[in-house]
């Protein structure tokens, strides 16, 4: 099956600074990746998403670039906020038709200091 | 639109009880998609629903079953209740390829 990987597992910033988190995953057959962002206490949200005939999707201060010969996706946020604070997931998934079966990093809690 | 809600949000059990949970789609949604949160494993997929037919299922044992009713409205069951089954049961719901919507999640204690 699908195995992703992410790092790093936390990660403190500047408010100000940008910081990327990267994932990696093995199945060449998955074909959409997610990205979620969970507030403590809250329920995850999409905050971009890319397909795989795509390489780079940008989105305000947020942008998501897949590279699918090295299988590895990354999540960038540029000037950030403390508000960006918040537990961010990757997903890689594989399904067509709306059919949907994603598998999820374990995660990358994201500390922004004012 | 109303927004997924599930039933209840905590639930207490003791060890080989059985637990229903309960999720309602956002209107207009088919499909609903089941996972556990656990600060462990992280957030794995259980199984999703569309049409009242499970469509995909994940690694999991048999004691986690679900259906999907036809008005979208979707269960989960869990029997012989283990400790380790606690964890945060999240829905989610999407139409056909669009932006998938969870629900506030089930926070399930098993003691």
């Known amino acids: 099956g699908e195995n992703v990987e992410q790092h790093p597992s936390t990660l403190s910033v500047q408010e100000g600074d940008s910081a990327v988190i990267k994932c990696t995953y093995s199945?060449?057959?998955?074909?959409?990746f997610p990205w979620y962002k969970q507030e403590l206490g809250k329920r995850p949200q999409l905050i971009i998403d890319?397909?795989?005939?795509?390489g780079e999707k940008k989105d305000q201060r947020i942008a998501v670039t897949l590279n699918k010969t090295a299988k590895h996706f990354s999540l960038h946020i540029t000037e950030t906020q403390p508000e960006d604070s918040a537990v961010y997931f990757c997903?890689?998934?594989?399904?067509?038709?709306?059919?949907?079966?994603?598998?999820f990093g374990r995660g990358t809690s994201l500390i922004v200091h004012p | 639109k109303a927004g997924v809600t599930q039933t209840p949000r905590y639930l207490i059990k003791t060890r080989g009880q059985q637990v229903t949970l309960s999720c309602s789609p956002i209107?207009?949604?088919?499909?609903v998609s089941w996972y556990q949160q656990t600060p462990g494993q992280g957030l794995q997929f259980l199984f999703e629903?569309?049409?009242?037919?499970?469509?995909n299922k994940g690694n999991f044992p048999g004691r986690f079953s679900g259906r999907q009713f036809s008005n979208s409205r979707s269960e989960m069951n869990v029997s012989t209740l283990e400790l380790g089954d606690s964890a945060l049961y999240l829905c989610?719901?999407?139409?056909?390829?669009?932006?998938?919507?969870f629900g506030p999640g089930t926070r399930l204690t098993v003691l």
């Open positions: 890319i397909r795989s005939n795509v």
């Open positions: 989610a719901s999407k139409e056909g390829k669009n932006e998938q919507f």
């Open positions: 997903a890689a998934s594989e399904g067509s038709g709306g059919s949907y079966i994603p598998t």
């Open positions: 629903y569309f049409s009242e037919t499970q469509r």
């Open positions: 199945d060449s057959a998955s074909n959409y």
């Open positions: 209107s207009g949604h088919r499909s």
